[in-house]
C-alpha cells in the first residue's frame, strides 16, 4: 500500500484503507491524483504560495519558522495541526485546494498536516531548501506522484 493510500485510509477510513474488494481506496483514486496536483500547486516555484520559499515565509509570519524548518533540515519533522496550517496558509488558500480536490475544509486540513510535513522532508533530501526552488508544477507533480504512492 502507498503512502497517499495509508493516508487517506486514517484519515478517512479509521485507518482502513482497503476496501472488501482488495483495490485500495476505489473511489478516493481521483482524490489521490488530484491531491498530488493541489500540493503540486501549493509546493511548486510558479504555486499559489511561491514555492518552498513562500511557504517558509508563511510560516515564519505565522510565528512557526522551526515546525517547517524541521521538515525541511535533518531529524524529526515537528507535527503540525489543520488549525495550524490554515493560520499559516490562509482560508483562500485552503478553500481553493479543498474546492479543487472537492472536499470541505475538515477533511483536507487533516490530509495536509499529515502529507506537508513528510513531502517537504521527502522532497528537501540534503537537510536545506534548493536555491533554485523544487520546481514547476509540472516538474514537481511527477516528483509528487512517485512520492505519493511509495510504500
Not at 14 to 32: F, R, T, Y
Not at 131 to 140: A, K
Request: hydrophobic share 40%; aromatic share 2%.
Amino acid at each position: 500500500m502507498g503512502l497517499l493510500d495509508s493516508v487517506l485510509g486514517q484519515v478517512l477510513g479509521g485507518g482502513q484503507a482497503q476496501q472488501p474488494d482488495g483495490q485500495g481506496l476505489g473511489g478516493l483514486d481521483g482524490l489521490g491524483g488530484g491531491l498530488a496536483g493541489a500540493l503540486g500547486g501549493l509546493l511548486a516555484d510558479n504555486g499559489e504560495v511561491g514555492g518552498l520559499g513562500g511557504l517558509v515565509s508563511r510560516f515564519e509570519q505565522a510565528g512557526m519558522g522551526d515546525v517547517i524548518g524541521s521538515w525541511i533540515g535533518k531529524g524529526e519533522n515537528q507535527p503540525v495541526s489543520g488549525g495550524q496550517l490554515q493560520d499559516a496558509l490562509g482560508s483562500d488558500v485552503i478553500s481553493g485546494l479543498a474546492q479543487k480536490l472537492g472536499i470541505n475544509a475538515a477533511t483536507l486540513l487533516p490530509m495536509l498536516a499529515t502529507l506537508l510535513p513528510m513531502l517537504v522532508d521527502r522532497l528537501t533530501p540534503r537537510g536545506h531548501a534548493p536555491e533554485e526552488g523544487l520546481g514547476n508544477q509540472d516538474e514537481l507533480l511527477s516528483s509528487l506522484s512517485g512520492l505519493l504512492h511509495k510504500g
